[in-house]
C-alpha cells in the first residue's frame, strides 16, 4: 500500500516580514529579509547574503553552486545567477526553510 503525502509549502516560501533570518544550526545572521524576493520557485529566495556569511562551493556535477553557512558548515541550498530577476545582483540564492531561523526586527 502506498499512502501519498500531502505537499506542504516551505514555512518562509511567502513569508515577508520585517528582521534577520539565522542559520538554524548555529544562530549566525545570514540574510537581511530586505534582501527576500518572490522567485516563484516554491522556496525562500534571496538576492544577496550578509558580507561573509555565506560560502559557495561547486556541487561535484559542477551543474549548481550550493551555499552554506560560513560559520558551520550547515547547507543551505543553491545560488542560482543570471535568471534575469530584477534585483539587484542577478542572483537566486535558493534556501531551504529548514536551515533558517527568522528573528522580527524590533
Known sequence: MVL???????????FYEEGVYSCAGCATPLYKS???????CGWPAFFEG???AINRHADPDGMRVEIT??????HLGH????????T????????????????PAN
Do not use: I, M, Q, W
Open 4 to 14: 501519498s503525502v500531502g505537499h506542504t509549502p516551505p514555512p518562509y516560501d511567502k
Open 69 to 74: 553557512c560560513a560559520a558551520c558548515g550547515g
Open 50 to 52: 550578509l558580507p561573509g
Open 88 to 103: 539587484p545582483t542577478d542572483e537566486r540564492h535558493c534556501v531551504n526553510s529548514v536551515s533558517l531561523k527568522f528573528t
Open 34 to 40: 530586505t534582501a527576500k524576493f518572490n522567485s516563484g
Open 79 to 86: 545560488v542560482f545567477k543570471g535568471e534575469g530577476f530584477r
